[in-house]
């Protein structure tokens, strides 16, 4: 039973930083694809960033590329979004997904996520 738990949110000053991670579990993720998405009110669930586990390939959304990175730990299974230079537009609850198939950026494409956390960025 894959299981996905996310960390690191919280309320930031625009221009501020902040690391989500996120702790895979239930079996071995080196054939998947991991995504970071957001979420905000009103708004369709979006894909922020992603990597593939195995030689660790990333690629992200125009609107964070630059800003934002993702990277993994294979040692301790673990998926992180370095967030910089944050914007209010950023808010949202940010989830993280799998995949055990090819890169895909749709919500619909991945199979496992996690309950998400909270990212508030203020004026």
């Known amino acids: 039973q894959v299981q996905l738990v996310e960390s690191g949110g919280g309320l930031v000053q625009a221009g501020g930083s902040l690391r989500l991670s996120c702790a895979a579990s239930?079996?071995?993720?080196?054939?998947?694809?991991m995504g970071w998405f957001r979420q905000a009110p009103g708004k369709e669930r979006e894909f922020v960033a992603g990597i593939i586990w195995s030689g660790g390939y990333t690629f992200y959304a125009d609107s964070v590329k630059g800003r934002f990175t993702i990277s993994r730990n294979t040692a301790m299974n673990t998926v992180s979004l370095q967030m910089n230079s944050l914007k209010p537009e950023d808010t949202a609850i940010y989830y993280c997904a799998a995949r055990f198939r090819a890169i895909a950026t749709k919500a619909s494409d991945y199979d496992y996520w996690g309950q998400g956390t909270q990212v508030t960025v203020s004026s």
């Open positions: 239930g079996r071995t993720f080196s054939s998947s694809v």
